[in-house]
């Protein structure tokens, strides 16, 4: 079936290079997401990548795509205290429905 | 620019209480609509989606349901609240390309 999976937490130090990572399993996936979620408040939408690119770069943020081996990356450059929140990793296979992963608290320490 | 709200943004209620949350988007017409729940510290579980007016899919059993009266207005009702559906509920909506776009989010706590 369809299945997100990313580590819980991951705590860097302000100014480092943060990544978080993801695996899903189904492979006719055709988008794959990231959303941000600060306390207390929805969840924003920072990029998505068709699945049949390799990498998408927006500012600060760049996305990895590793199709053979099902897994996802986001990295965030110079990491600031204000990018500490909860990151989710989604799937879409065309479908009515997104799978989420279950998010990854990311700590930035100053 | 299409926007979605949700209110209330924060509920107190009883055990056995009704519920009624309200989502609402504007600047999209024949949305897909969703409603989450995300329990303290997990991540999103889905509970029902509309693909049109009157056309709900249940995705968990439970004591709520969903409605869709209009287009764009989503409720997620319970008659008897129970201490397990407290939590952070998420309203999204889709258009054509599937993305969902989320809501602020109506925090609920049963006491």
């Known amino acids: 079936g369809e299945d997100v999976e990313q580590s819980l937490f991951l705590s860097v130090r302000e100014g480092d290079s943060s990544v978080i990572n993801c695996t899903y399993t189904d492979s006719s996936s055709t988008y794959l997401y990231w959303y941000k979620q600060e306390p207390g408040a929805g969840l924003q939408l920072l990029t998505y990548i068709f699945s049949n690119m390799d990498m998408k770069q927006d500012q600060r943020l760049t996305v990895l795509l590793n199709k053979k081996d099902k897994h996802l990356s986001l990295r965030i450059a110079d990491t600031q ?19 989420f992963g279950a998010g990854t608290r990311l700590f930035v320490k100053a | 620019s299409q926007t979605i709200h949700q209110w209330p943004a924060t509920l107190v209620q009883p055990v056995g209480s009704p519920l009624s949350l309200e989502c609402t988007v504007e600047g999209t017409s024949n949305p897909n609509l969703y409603w989450y729940r995300q329990a303290a510290g997990r991540g999103l579980q889905l509970l029902f989606y509309s693909v049109g007016i009157g056309q709900i899919s249940s995705e968990v059993p439970q004591n709520l349901s969903a409605s869709r009266p209009q287009d764009r207005q989503f409720i997620l009702s319970s008659k008897k609240l129970l201490l397990s559906d407290s939590g952070f509920y998420l309203c999204a909506w889709t258009g054509t390309g599937g993305t969902q776009y989320f809501g602020p989010g109506t925090r609920l706590l049963v006491l």
């Open chain 1, 81 to 99: 205290t204000g990018d500490s929140a909860i990151y989710f990793c989604a799937e879409n296979t065309g479908g009515f429905k997104t799978i």
